[in-house]
Structures are given as C-alpha cells and as structure tokens.
C-alpha cells in the first residue's frame, strides 16, 4: 500500500466521499540504568550506579594473589567490612567482593577495598550512587498517537468529524 502522497486513497481502495482513518502509534522506552559489578570479576568501574531496593556486587581487583591475601572494605560511613559482613545489608565474600543487598541513598558514596598480604597492600576505590525508586504511578515508558485521515474527496477547509 502507498503510504503518502495523492495516491493514498485510491490505493487504499476509497471511492468518493469515503475516509480512511490511520492510527500511529509510536513507542518509547527510556533507557535502561547501567547497573555496574553484575558482570565479570575481571573488571571493576569506579564509578558505579544502582536503583534503590537493588543489589550491587563490587570486586576488588588487586594484583595480590594466594591464600595469604586479606581484604576489608571502608564503607562511605567509615564503617570497616570483613568476611562474612556487618548487620546484613553488607555482605563480604573471602575473595574481596562486597555485596549491598539492597541499595539505600545513604548507601551512596566511595568504598575503599584494600587487599594485603605478607609484603604488600593495594587499595582501590568504587564510588557508588544510589538512585531512588521511580514512582509506583509512573509508566516505564510512554505512548504517543496521532491519527491521520486520508479523503477521496477534492481537499476543502473542514473540521475532524467527530
């Protein structure tokens, strides 16, 4: 089908005095947050961006290897974190990634691993921004329509029918 120009309505199969009304729908999705730390732990981005309520997992990549190696966490509120954890909403691993359970705003702010062994220590820093939730109410995405109307008749000045 022709889907401009003067051809429309009689491709459309209209006669005179016959309409054809079109309907566009166009679909907009917005973009989805990056949510760093789910991926591999080969790689750690310093800066990272999670929603409120979701878990994060953050690695410590060091260069210190073997079963010597220790690491611990200063959390943003000067909070130190070892294995296994604090209360619950920190959860440390032996490997050296932290985990936020369930990201808070005050959850924002910079994390600082530090790895060390026998001779050496690393220390390395992710900072972390907590998004709030989006409204209940609001739609993930959003819609426009307009509707066209396509005539066999000669053009004249008229009003949408209704």
Request: glycine share 6%.
């Amino acid at each position: 089908m022709v889907c401009c120009g003067p051809d429309v309505p009689s491709a459309a199969g209209l006669s005179m005095g016959q309409r054809l009304s079109i309907w566009v729908l166009v679909y907009f999705r917005p973009p989805q947050l990056h949510r760093s730390g789910s991926g591999s732990r080969d790689a750690q981005e310093s800066n990272v961006s999670v929603r409120a309520g979701a878990p994060l997992l953050l690695h410590c990549i060091t260069s210190l290897s073997g079963t010597t190696t220790t690491f611990f966490w200063l959390a943003p509120n000067s909070e130190y974190v070892v294995p296994p954890g604090n209360n619950g909403s920190l959860k440390m691993f032996p490997n050296g990634s932290l985990e936020i359970v369930a990201a808070r705003e005050e959850d924002s702010g910079i994390y600082l691993c530090m790895a060390q062994d026998q001779d050496r220590n690393e220390t390395r820093e992710v900072n972390v921004s907590v998004w709030e939730k989006a409204p209940q109410k609001r739609s993930s995405c959003f819609v426009f329509i307009h509707r066209f109307w396509f005539s066999a008749d000669p053009p004249t000045v008229e009003s949408e029918p209704s």
